[in-house]
């Protein structure tokens, strides 16, 4: 019985180191999976950030350009002033355009169909006519909004 007794005694004091060595390889490639779990993380943030730098750099070339384009329209003489002052006549123009067939539209809903005028506003001012006037304003002032947030940011 002794004899068996230190058999086994003696192959498990063998097998026990390389019971602990399996138990250490075991706990050294879950460490490494969780680093490589930290890397992956990591990598995916700083990519992240890398795109939002190149937004943010897009977005600054793109203000250059157009700050660029700005400065060349502003040439002296009479070409000069007709090319800057296209796009404000157009919308001018425009803004007039549309002034008139709502104001003839309003006149004809009060005077021919016996509309109330409150109505009448109301019938005009549907919510087309807003999305157009919301977005000119936008265009024309929205850049305003934003070189503001720009700067105090």
Known sequence: MITILGSLIGFAGSALPKMFDMFQDWQDRKHELQIMDRQVEQAKLLHGQKIEALNIEADISESKALYKHDQSMQSTGFIGALRS???PVITYLFFTL????????LFSMIYTADTQWELA??????TETQGIFSAIIAFWFGSRALQRSRSTS
């Open 85 to 87: 002052s296209v796009r």
């Open 98 to 105: 549309f002034a008139v067939i709502k104001g003839v539209a």
């Open 121 to 126: 506003v109301i019938t005009l001012w549907d």
